[in-house]
């Protein structure tokens, strides 16, 4: 529990830094390229005196460690990493995606947000994955043009490096521009995910960069090279984002969006006229400190701090973390929280999204008094966090898939990036231009304009709208006397999982004391308000007859999440973990 005046002081810190925001949705379990589940790979904490890079692939770390090493800002270390990504990690993130990045400023003590979350086409309608009055099926809707929406990544970048970059902007793509000469060797993750991946083989400009003339993949350990992604880069390098979103280029990925056979209506004008967004992030005391994470268009960082206030009026605080007790409580305020995220998270430009109400702790003490000692609530109910907006507001049954990448970044002033970025479910659409894949951010959207009860849903599609995204990189901070100090920073990939994923995380550090490598090393449960699920193959598979004893329907199933964090210890040393369930590295000095 928060003391009450502890809780005054955090209240007024959050409240300086507190955003708008919008709408939400639930989703089927489809997933035609699903996460390769590896096997765990032991890894041990990184510890680093002056700053700190963990990202999803080790080529990237050393890309964002380079830079840091010659005295570049954590958004110059960000830059390189998604740059390396693109081109390694490419079934996850690059050019053709997303993002939504975390700043922490070290001499203002301020948490900014930039949103470079995909747009919709100015011609797009709710009715857009109708077909014979139904939604289309769902694999129809990813692999075609419809799915594709504006890229943000780039511009997103670009305004963070305005704001806050140090390094000449050009040599920020150096290292990934002679690895894409080069080549880089075929990582087990991506190797797994290309065998037997009919659907990105049917695509002609996919099929001849991942696979061989005999229709074969590529194999682990092959040297894949890119060039026409290195000339991409190179532009981009000399041109900035104009030379992305105008141009040849542009012009491309307008022909590939509309000569698919499900073609789209990306146009010239959409790219051209793109625009990232400067937010304030969204923050909420817990416990000693305050959490900050992105606000709607973005339902992750709302349904963090959900879950962390109505979890502080429980005692998961004294449950082991891998107990009945604590899988209980944590998969009950998870199926709160996502209620009211498939309730009401959406484009808050588009739809008034209550985020003050949602997070009022008059409002979040009366959820908390649903969650019982002994026994499951089942499915739950969204809240009225307003009066009458239960009745306004249809829930909407959108995927959303788990292919994503996440880097958290120290740099040697203190300031710090958490940035999770996305091109949506493997491959994304499949769409191979410039050699980067195009996103299908757009089945974000609800595939059907209204709900059951024929009532809109705030998270249709509309030109020029985000759709919601369950990203929540997240930046924690510590008040003391001298003002707001750093303590954790921390994301994941996961599709809609991954609001639980860095909240458990979050639990973990900063409740039950473990270090940050262990809790992310914690077996993972929770509720997106279906089943409890239960990471398969670990040990938390031997809870499920208490917790069926207490009525919790339960599901076992992989979590390939990719959780990076730094954590920075009292003494000011950075301590840093990379998730064994994937590839990624930490390296520090």
Wanted: glycine share 10%; proline share 8%; net charge neutral.
């Amino acid at each position: 529990m928060t003391h009450p005046a502890r809780a005054a002081r955090l209240l007024w810190l959050a409240g300086a830094m507190l955003a708008a925001a919008p709408a939400a949705a639930q989703e089927p379990e489809f997933d035609a390229n699903p996460e390769p589940q590896t096997a765990y790979r032991s890894k041990q904490a990184v510890m680093g005196r002056h700053f700190m890079a963990v990202t999803a692939h080790p080529l990237a770390t050393e890309a964002a460690y380079r830079v840091l090493d010659r005295g570049g800002s954590a958004v110059d270390a960000a830059i390189a990493a998604q740059m390396m990504l693109g081109l390694v990690e490419p079934q996850s993130s690059g050019l053709g995606g997303g993002a939504f990045m975390l700043y922490y400023d070290a001499a203002r003590g301020r948490v900014t947000v930039f949103d470079g979350r995909e747009t919709a086409p100015a011609a797009a309608t709710a009715d857009r994955f109708m077909q014979d009055a139904r939604p289309m099926p769902f694999a129809d809707a990813v692999d075609s043009g419809k799915s594709v929406g504006v890229p943000g990544v780039l511009r997103a970048l670009e305004l963070a490096h305005e704001r806050h970059g140090k390094l000449p902007w050009p040599s920020l793509f150096d290292d990934a521009i002679d690895r894409a000469r080069r080549g880089f060797p075929v990582s087990p993750r991506l190797a797994a995910l290309l065998r037997g991946n009919r659907r990105l083989a049917a695509q002609p400009a996919a099929r001849a960069y991942f696979f061989h003339a005999d229709g074969s993949p590529r194999r682990e350990g092959e040297v894949l090279r890119n060039p026409e992604l290195a000339r991409t880069l190179a532009q981009v390098a000399r041109g900035g984002g104009d030379a992305f979103y105008r141009g040849p280029l542009a012009q491309a990925m307008v022909q590939a969006v509309r000569s698919h056979p499900r073609p789209g209506d990306l146009s010239g004008a959409d790219l051209a006229g793109y625009a990232a967004r400067e937010r304030d992030a969204l923050c909420r005391p817990y416990r000693v400190y305050v959490a900050c994470g992105a606000p709607p268009p973005s339902s992750g960082g709302l349904a963090v701090l959900q879950m962390l206030a109505l979890l502080d009026h429980t005692p998961i605080g004294a449950a082991e973390p891998v107990s009945a007790a604590a899988v209980h409580y944590f998969s009950e305020a998870g199926r709160l929280a996502y209620a009211d995220r498939d309730r009401y998270v959406a484009d808050p430009a588009f739809v008034d999204v209550p985020v003050r109400a949602l997070l009022d702790p008059a409002y979040l003490a009366r959820r908390s008094a649903l969650i019982a000692a002994d026994r499951s609530m089942g499915k739950a109910a969204p809240g009225e966090p307003v009066p009458g907006a239960l009745a306004r507001r249809g829930v909407d049954d959108t995927p959303a898939l788990p292919s994503t990448t996440h880097v958290s970044i120290v740099d040697a002033d203190g300031n710090a990036v958490a940035m999770t970025s996305t091109i949506e479910q493997a491959f994304g659409s499949k769409l191979f231009v410039g050699g980067f894949l195009l996103n299908n951010e757009l089945t974000d959207f609800a595939l059907s304009p209204v709900d059951g009860r024929g009532v809109p849903v705030a998270n249709r599609v509309e030109g020029g709208k985000r759709p919601r995204s369950t990203m929540a990189p997240t930046i924690v901070l510590r008040a003391d006397a001298s003002g707001p100090r750093l303590r954790l920073v921390v994301g994941s990939p996961g599709g809609s999982a991954i609001a639980n994923y860095v909240a458990q995380t979050l639990v973990a550090n900063l409740a039950w004391g473990l270090d940050i490598q262990s809790a992310i090393d914690l077996p993972h449960y929770g509720s997106r308000n279906r089943a409890t699920e239960l990471e398969s193959g670990t040990s938390v598979e031997g809870l499920v007859p208490a917790l069926r004893a207490m009525g919790h329907p339960v599901a076992l199933q992989p979590f390939p999440s990719g959780l990076h964090g730094v954590e920075i210890l009292s003494n000011g040393l950075l301590r840093a973990g990379a998730d064994p369930r994937r590839e990624g590295t930490a390296l520090g000095r």
